[in-house]
């Protein structure tokens, strides 16, 4: 295998594993060997790994950016267009963005055109999932059967996880019931505030906001809810609101809060804290104290926010904080 081979399995790898410090790593470094040998085959395989790890992190913009810049690449494979159609599919399902569908079922054809399970899951996870968010269960079930049925004991826990998490969720048992990584199990065995954690501790916000919509606790739905719109999950905060009134909720946020989209650089309200608090020469433990987050999920919005604001320390962070009229 080539170098650049080699860095391109270990960026997919790491992501698959949840490794997301050494994917960012190897990321860098297999990029910047293969871009000085025009090594494109490589680069656009870790482009898709990459932006796949960004949809995990919650870093949607970066994460659709990276993907509409890989699918316009000249000469791309239908195999190296499969995580880039996923990204912007599931992002613009969370979003309730028009187009989604069609994007996935690009995917799903190309998927299935591969044969190979751990290709055709994740599309099919995605696929049950835009189906959930569109209000259509027992479609999402079948999808995520589907899904289910083709990769059981055939590829990695976390991706097989993605897939299967989602009959439980849609109310079908899984049978046989198999050994999933810690937050898919902890869900399944309804501990959701186990795996909310689970999940935040991974650095995964919109998994963990799922995690809590099982739950009836009126505080895990409205934590679920919040950082939806963080995220500017439309689609998705609205099924929040229609959990939170099944559940006898009063009260409920009747929209999103300040939109993503006017907002300094583009970040989100949850950034903008963020923000704030590094202006206030706050560290990482104590932003974390304050927001009453994980320090590893304060360290991913410090991450995107000195990414969106274009700077590369938290002393230029403050001053353009000062700039933009947030925090002190």
Same mark, same amino acid.
């Given at each position: 295998?080539?170098?650049?081979?080699?860095?391109?399995?270990?960026?997919?790898?790491?992501?698959?594993?949840?490794?997301?410090?050494?994917?960012?790593?190897?990321?860098?470094?297999?990029?910047?060997?293969?871009?000085?040998?025009?090594?494109?085959?490589?680069?656009?395989?870790?482009?898709?790994?990459?932006?796949?790890?960004?949809?995990?992190?919650?870093?949607?913009?970066?994460?659709?950016?990276?993907?509409?810049?890989?699918?316009?690449?000249?000469?791309?494979?239908?195999?190296?267009?499969?995580?880039?159609?996923?990204?912007?599919?599931?992002?613009?399902?969370?979003?309730?963005?028009?187009?989604?569908?069609?994007?996935?079922?690009?995917?799903?054809?190309?998927?299935?055109?591969?044969?190979?399970?751990?290709?055709?899951?994740?599309?099919?996870?995605?696929?049950?999932?835009?189906?959930?968010?569109?209000?259509?269960?027992?479609?999402?079930?079948?999808?995520?059967?589907?899904?289910?049925?083709?990769?059981?004991?055939?590829?990695?826990?976390?991706?097989?996880?993605?897939?299967?998490?989602?009959?439980?969720?849609?109310?079908?048992?899984?049978?046989?019931?198999?050994?999933?990584?810690?937050?898919?199990?902890?869900?399944?065995?309804?501990?959701? $505030?186990? +795996?909310? #954690?689970?999940? /935040?501790?991974? &650095?995964?916000?919109?998994? !963990? @906001?799922? %995690? =809590?919509?099982?739950?009836?606790?009126?505080?895990?739905? $409205?934590? +679920?809810? #919040?950082?939806? /719109?963080?995220? &500017?999950?439309?689609?998705? !905060? @609205?099924? %929040? =609101?229609?959990?939170?009134?099944?559940?006898?909720?009063?009260?409920?946020?009747?929209?999103?809060?300040?939109?993503?989209?006017?907002?300094?650089?583009?970040?989100?309200? =949850?950034?903008?804290?963020?923000?704030?608090?590094?202006?206030?020469?706050?560290?990482?433990?104590?932003?974390?104290?304050?927001?009453?987050?994980?320090?590893?999920?304060?360290?991913?919005?410090?991450?995107?926010?000195?990414?969106?604001?274009?700077?590369?320390?938290?002393?230029?962070?403050?001053?353009?904080?000062?700039?933009?009229?947030?925090?002190?």
């Amino acid at each position: 295998m080539s170098v650049g081979g080699g860095y391109s399995v270990i960026v997919e790898a790491c992501a698959k594993l949840h490794r997301f410090a050494d994917s960012e790593r190897y990321y860098a470094e297999g990029m910047a060997y293969c871009e000085g040998r025009e090594l494109a085959v490589f680069t656009k395989c870790m482009n898709g790994w990459r932006a796949r790890t960004l949809v995990f992190l919650g870093r949607w913009d970066e994460a659709v950016q990276l993907s509409a810049r890989n699918l316009a690449s000249p000469g791309i494979s239908p195999v190296n267009q499969l995580n880039p159609l996923c990204v912007l599919g599931t992002v613009q399902g969370r979003r309730g963005e028009n187009g989604a569908q069609e994007l996935l079922d690009r995917a799903l054809e190309f998927a299935e055109g591969t044969v190979e399970p751990v290709w055709i899951a994740p599309v099919r996870a995605a696929r049950a999932e835009l189906s959930w968010l569109q209000g259509e269960p027992d479609r999402a079930a079948a999808e995520a059967r589907a899904g289910y049925d083709v990769a059981l004991g055939l590829i990695d826990p976390w991706t097989f996880g993605s897939v299967a998490i989602w009959l439980p969720r849609l109310g079908v048992p899984l049978d046989p019931l198999p050994d999933l990584p810690e937050p898919y199990a902890l869900e399944i065995a309804g501990d959701h $505030r186990g +795996a909310a #954690a689970a999940w /935040e501790r991974i &650095g995964r916000p919109y998994d !963990a @906001a799922l %995690a =809590r919509l099982g739950s009836c606790d009126e505080t895990a739905l $409205r934590e +679920a809810l #919040a950082t939806l /719109e963080d995220l &500017g999950a439309r689609a998705a !905060a @609205a099924v %929040a =609101r229609r959990r939170m009134r099944e559940v006898g909720m009063r009260a409920i946020p009747r929209g999103p809060r300040t939109v993503t989209r006017s907002a300094p650089a583009g970040l989100t309200v =949850r950034e903008q804290e963020v923000l704030a608090l590094l202006a206030d020469g706050l560290t990482d433990r104590e932003i974390s104290q304050k927001l009453f987050i994980s320090e590893r999920t304060v360290h991913h919005h410090v991450s995107a926010v000195l990414s969106k604001i274009g700077v590369s320390s938290r002393t230029a962070a403050a001053r353009e904080a000062v700039r933009m009229g947030i925090g002190s």
